[in-house]
């Protein structure tokens, strides 16, 4: 079984950045495809980026595209999300997931993900 902890998370103005950090422990993590997703207050998990087993191939939600940048390090089994430009509608508890399937197929739905950190609040003043 995986485990994985995000850090990085805390409060920001708008304009302002923050790098996100998911380690992972207890399987390989280079046979996982990653993803970060979000959750505001009262409303779903939603896809926020995702990432091939490998880091070749990368995956973004619209209405982070240009502005947030995912990137692994499989030798340190850790996975990164760069935040820039952040708005306060990108507030929201960031959750990292892995799964073993390593194809864009279905990799923005959360029910495809097999294990989940517990999440790191991420707060953007206006």
């Known amino acids: 079984q995986v485990q994985l902890v995000e850090s990085g998370g805390g409060l920001v103005q708008a304009g302002g950045s923050l790098r996100l950090s998911c380690a992972a422990s207890?399987?390989?993590?280079?046979?996982?495809?990653t993803g970060w997703f979000r959750q505001a207050p009262g409303k779903e998990r939603e896809f926020v980026a995702a990432?091939?087993?490998?880091?070749?191939?990368?995956y973004y939600a619209d209405s982070v595209k240009g502005r947030f940048t995912i990137s692994r390090d499989n030798a340190k089994n850790t996975v990164f999300l760069q935040m820039n430009s952040l708005k306060p509608e990108d507030t929201a508890v960031y959750y990292c997931?892995?799964?073993?399937?390593?194809?864009?197929?279905?990799?923005?739905?959360?029910?495809?993900?097999?294990?989940w950190g517990r999440g790191t609040q991420v707060t953007v003043s206006s």
């Open positions: 207890g399987g390989t993590f280079s046979s996982y495809a």
């Open positions: 997931g892995v799964r073993r399937i390593d194809r864009s197929l279905g990799i923005d739905n959360v029910a495809n993900y097999d294990y």
């Open positions: 990432v091939s087993r490998g880091g070749g191939s990368t």
